[in-house]
Each structure stands twice: as C-alpha cells, then as structure tokens.
C-alpha cells in the first residue's frame, strides 16, 4: 500500500465522517456553516502535520537504507579479514594439535599391540590346563 493511497483513504473516511456528524446534528445553517468550516480547516491542518510526519519517516528511512548499503560491504570486508587472520593465527594451535592426536593415537596402538603380546606371551608360558580353565572362566 503506498502513502498516497492510504492518505486517500484518510482522507475520505474523515470526510465521511465528519460529514455524517454534522449532518446528523440539529444546528442552525450558519452555525452549521461555521462549524464545517472549523472542522474541516482543522481536519485540512491536521492531515498536513500527518503528511509531514510521514514525509519525515520516509526520508529518515532512506537515508537508513543508503547507509546501510554504504556500510554492509564494509562490514562483510571487516568480518572476512578478522576470519582469515582468525585462520592464521590459529594454524600453528591446529598443527600442533594435530600432531598430538597422531602421537596420542601411535602411542594407543603400542599398548593395544604390547597388551595383545602380553597375553599370548602368559599363554604361551601356562601349561595346557591353565590355558583351558583361563578359557573357561573368560567365557
């Protein structure tokens, strides 16, 4: 809905009804005159101060607009340097983390493999009636 039409619309149903108030009021002609005339330079006074204020709002709201459009490349450009050098600064940590893990991972396989060697070791060392009880009791 643009502004001319909504102050269209205003304007007609305050015409509306202004017009069915004064005309359903028992007055005299001139009073009546008087009257219409008041109201509607107060209603013509009225609907001005509206339209400026909206003018107003209007202009408030695109000068926003053109600021934010000068502004947001700005923005996504601040936001893309801070990311990258964000990025950088934490490429050394990641390395480093990363080298952790492979060694925490290597050092998890050495004592799978030891702990693996280990019991076959003790089995191979029991007598075959040991091995069938530590069978059954696993089991």
């Known amino acids: 809905m643009t502004a001319s039409r909504f102050f269209l619309g205003l304007a007609t149903g305050l015409a509306a009804g202004a017009a069915t108030a004064l005309f359903s009021a028992p007055q005299s002609g001139q009073?009546?005159?008087?009257?219409?005339?008041?109201?509607?330079?107060?209603?013509?006074?009225?609907?001005?101060?509206?339209?400026?204020?909206?003018?107003?709002?209007k202009e408030s709201f695109n000068q926003l607009t053109e600021e934010a459009k000068s502004q947001l490349p700005e923005a996504v450009e601040g936001l893309k340097a801070s990311l990258e050098t964000w990025t950088e600064s934490t490429a050394p940590a990641k390395e480093h983390l990363q080298l952790e893990i492979m060694a925490i991972q290597n050092a998890i396989e050495e004592l799978q493999n030891t702990i693996s060697k280990d019991k076959k070791e003790k089995n191979v060392d029991k007598p075959k009636s040991e091995k069938v009880d530590d069978d059954t009791q696993s089991a």
């Open 31 to 57: 009073k009546f005159r008087s009257t219409m005339k008041s109201t509607s330079s107060e209603w013509k006074e009225y609907l001005n101060e509206l339209k400026e204020k909206v003018n107003g709002v």
